[in-house]
């Protein structure tokens, strides 16, 4: 357990799609120590889980962390502890709590989506000094489309864990194959491979989702109807959600929304011109303010804070 007289100290760790990230964060939100590892095809992501966490555990004493709280890419269960992440073949049913139990033994893990732990840390220390939002989604905008909402400070989690699966809400039933099985899902259009893939096969000859938003910007026609087509997508997603839950924040962060004002005008412009009910017109739709840390800070959250150990317990046998 913890040594006695010490900080509190969550270690935090953010399952990506491309990168595994870890993090030691204390109960005031400060990074005492941080590291991220690209996944690759050289090795399995179970080593680069364990080469992650190991750079934490060299920087900070074990005996100083409270428990380990992670977010992961999904579909997950977070009662049995499991995650298949779309973007890891290799990872279906994949026992992460309990591989991360065994790497610390005796600290208690916490498990979310991504982009519930996303949302999560943008409304813990997003906005420092002000009143946090009562009701707020998260969004992650990046190799796929993904999110969580927070009512109340607490991150709802849904019956089975997997509550705020924004980037699979069709907005196009005539659409692309996703890869989840549906047709036609936010992800099809607005992820940054899929953004890609329209712009190469409207006559655009760049590499990746960087580049389609630097041409973007420099006012290439097909880069900037790419990211007008996924803005009206991520539009519709925001807009169904906030009639739905009585929204009155958004936040998106990610790799795409990195792109600034070349994503968030056109949003913010379509968000414009379909909101209808009066109520959804109070609704703010921001950047991270957190970057790449929101989700280590959210994982870090599912320790520290008392108000989301509401989780569900861990029920399978060990």
């Not at 900037?224 to 906030?242: D, H, M, P, Q």
């Not at 109070?282 to 959250?301: E, K």
Request: charged fraction near 15%; include cysteine; glycine fraction near 16%.
């Amino acid at each position: 357990m913890r040594e006695r007289g010490t900080a509190v100290i969550a270690l935090a760790v953010d399952i990506g799609g491309t990168k595994f990230a870890a993090a030691a964060i204390d109960a005031g939100g400060v990074v005492h120590a941080r590291a991220e590892i690209p996944l690759s095809g050289s090795g399995p992501a179970e080593q680069t889980l364990h080469d992650v966490v190991a750079e934490i555990t060299a920087r900070v004493p074990v005996g100083r962390i409270e428990g380990i709280g992670v977010g992961s890419a999904g579909p997950l269960d977070p009662v049995a502890g499991t995650v298949s992440p779309v973007n890891i073949p290799g990872w279906r049913g994949f026992p992460l709590t309990g591989t991360l139990e065994r790497m610390l033994p005796g600290r208690p893990v916490r498990l979310a989506g991504d982009g519930q732990c996303m949302a999560l840390g943008e409304w813990w220390r997003g906005s420092p000094g002000s009143a946090p939002s009562r009701a707020m989604l998260g969004m992650v905008v990046s190799t796929g489309v993904g999110g969580g909402f927070v009512f109340d400070g607490a991150p709802y989690l849904g019956q089975s864990g997997n509550a705020g699966h924004i980037g699979h809400i069709t907005v196009d039933p005539g659409g692309s194959p996703c890869p989840c099985g549906a047709i036609g899902c936010v992800e099809t259009i607005a992820s940054g491979p899929s953004m890609v893939r329209w712009a190469r096969d409207h006559g655009w000859a760049g590499d990746d989702a960087k580049a389609l938003a630097a041409a973007a910007a420099a006012g290439d026609a097909v880069a900037n109807l790419a990211f007008r087509r996924a803005a009206g997508a991520l539009a519709i997603a925001i807009l169904t959600s906030a009639a739905l839950f009585d929204l009155d924040r958004v936040v998106i962060g990610g790799g795409v929304a990195a792109a600034g004002p070349t994503l968030f005008d056109p949003l913010r412009q379509a968000i414009g011109e379909n909101t209808g009910l009066g109520f959804l017109r109070r609704l703010r739709v921001d950047p991270t303010r957190l970057g790449r840390d929101a989700g280590l800070l959210g994982a870090a959250a599912l320790v520290l804070l008392q108000d989301t150990r509401n989780l569900p317990p861990r029920s399978h046998p060990r």
